[in-house]
C-alpha cells in the first residue's frame, strides 16, 4: 500500500536531518570553569563544586582532587567533563577561565591561587582566605596584578534580606543613629580562637559591609582562666592557620565613633545560635542571626529592653527568610554571578578576595592587640601572625 503524502511527511519527520551548515547551533558556554578539591584535607566547603548549576553560560570541564573515591562522588555531581588527581595538570589542559577554589582548609589556599592566577583564571574561594596576612596579600597581589576578579564565600552578605536591610539602617534611619553593633562567634566545639576564624569571618565581613573598615582594635583573650600567651597555640580541628585561647573579647573603633564588639566564649551548652550580628540605634536595635540563613528581627525600644511604649520584636515589613529551593546551587550564586560580570572591568566584585584579607586583618588585630596589651591601629604594620611570634 502506497503511503500518502501526509502519512510519508509524518511519519519520516522526526528521522530528517538537515546538513550541518542548515541547523540551528546552540550558543557554546561562554567560560570554561575547573574545580579544585581535596577529599583529605577541607573538602569542598559547602557544596562550591555545584555552584555552575544554574550558570548556562558555564560549562564544567574538570575537577581535581587528589583523592580517587572523592575526585568520582564530586566530579559527578558537578557534572565535570573531566577528572584529575592534580589540579595543576588540571589548569594547564583545560585552560579555565574560572575556577572555584572549594577546600574549607587554608593549608593549600595561597597554593591554590597563585596557581589560577599564573593560568589567567577568575574564581571563587572559600573562607577564610588564608592561614595569615602574608599569605593573603600575596593572593592579592596575585589578582590584582593580572586585573583578575575573585570572590570569597561570604554568601550571607549577599542574601536579598542583608541587602535590604543595610539599606533601611544606614541610609533611611531604620533604628536612628547607629551606636555600637555586637557580634558572637556560633560558640559550638569550637569556642574560642578557631570560632574566631572559621565564624568570626563572616562576622567581621557583615561588620565592614554595615560599618567601613575599622581603626583600632583592643582585646582580651584567656585560656583556662588566665590571659592567653603564644605558648598556648593550638592547631584547630581544621587546618585554618593557629588559634589560641577558650574565651576571646575584642572591641573595635569604626568612623563616626561607632563601636563593634565580638566575642567566643566556650561554654558547656555548645548552643550555637547566638551566632549573628546584633545593631542597636537611639531608637531602637536589629538582629541578624545566621544559622540555616539570615533571620532578622527589629525592636522599636531606644533604650533596648521592654517598656510600656515598646512591643515585642518583630520582623521588617519587605524582609522575609530567603528560602533556596536548590541550596547546593544557589548559596554562592550571586557571588559567582558578580565576578562574571566584573571580568574585564576596574571594579572588584561586591564579594572580592580583598574582602576576604580584611576581615583576615580583622582576626590577627585581635590577636595582635591582646599580645600587645594595647589598642592597635589597622591597617597592620606587622602581616606575619601574632601567635608566629
Not at 201 to 226: C, N, Y
Request: positive net charge.
Amino acid at each position: 500500500m502506497k503511503a500518502t503524502r501526509r502519512e510519508f511527511i509524518g511519519g519520516t519527520a522526526a528521522s530528517l536531518v538537515l546538513p550541518a551548515r542548515e541547523r540551528p547551533q546552540a550558543a557554546a558556554p561562554a567560560h570554561r570553569a575547573c574545580i579544585i578539591g581535596d577529599s583529605r584535607r577541607g573538602l569542598y566547603g559547602h557544596s562550591m563544586h555545584r555552584m555552575f548549576e544554574l550558570c548556562p553560560e558555564v560549562e564544567v570541564t574538570g575537577l581535581a582532587d587528589p583523592v580517587e573515591d572523592g575526585r568520582r562522588k564530586y566530579g559527578g555531581e558537578a557534572g565535570a567533563q573531566r577528572l584529575y588527581a592534580d589540579y595543576r595538570e588540571m589548569l594547564e589542559k583545560e585552560k579555565p577561565s574560572l575556577v572555584v577554589i572549594a577546600p574549607r582548609w587554608t593549608l593549600c589556599h595561597r597554593e591554590y591561587l597563585l596557581a589560577c592566577a599564573a593560568a589567567g583564571a577568575h574564581g571563587i574561594i572559600e573562607k577564610p582566605i588564608a592561614s595569615d596576612l602574608l599569605e593573603a596579600d600575596g593572593m592579592v597581589r596575585a589578582a590584582e596584578t593580572r586585573n583578575l576578579k575573585w570572590g570569597i564565600g561570604f554568601n550571607f552578605r549577599v542574601l536579598p534580606e542583608v541587602l535590604a536591610l543595610r539599606k533601611q539602617v544606614m541610609e533611611e534611619g531604620l533604628i536612628g543613629q547607629i551606636l555600637e553593633v555586637r557580634g558572637r562567634g556560633k560558640e559550638d566545639q569550637r569556642a574560642g580562637g578557631e570560632d574566631l576564624v572559621v565564624l568570626g569571618t563572616h562576622i567581621f565581613d557583615l561588620m565592614r559591609f554595615f560599618l567601613g573598615s575599622p581603626r583600632w582594635v583592643a582585646a582580651q583573650i584567656d585560656s583556662e582562666g588566665k590571659p592567653a600567651t603564644r605558648e598556648n597555640r593550638r592547631e584547630a580541628s581544621e587546618s585554618v592557620g593557629p588559634v589560641a585561647g577558650d574565651r576571646i573579647s575584642a572591641m573595635f573603633g569604626f568612623d563616626r565613633g561607632i563601636t563593634g564588639y565580638f566575642s567566643s566564649v566556650k561554654t558547656a551548652d555548645n548552643q550555637g545560635g547566638r551566632w549573628g550580628l546584633d545593631l542597636y540605634g537611639s531608637r531602637g536595635m536589629v538582629t541578624i542571626r545566621q544559622n540555616g540563613g539570615a533571620h532578622i528581627s527589629l525592636f522599636r525600644s531606644p533604650s533596648w529592653a521592654p517598656d510600656k511604649a515598646a512591643g515585642a520584636w518583630e520582623s521588617i515589613p519587605g524582609l522575609s527568610s530567603t528560602r533556596f529551593s536548590r541550596p547546593e546551587a544557589e548559596r554562592y550564586l550571586p557571588i559567582i554571578r558578580d565576578v562574571i560580570a566584573k571580568i574585564g572591568s576596574g571594579e572588584r566584585p561586591q564579594v572580592s578576595l580583598q574582602d576576604g584579607a580584611a576581615a583576615l586583618e580583622m582576626i590577627q588585630g585581635i590577636y595582635a592587640a591582646h599580645l600587645a596589651g594595647a589598642r592597635i591601629p589597622f591597617p597592620l604594620t606587622d602581616r606575619r601572625h601574632p601567635l608566629d611570634g
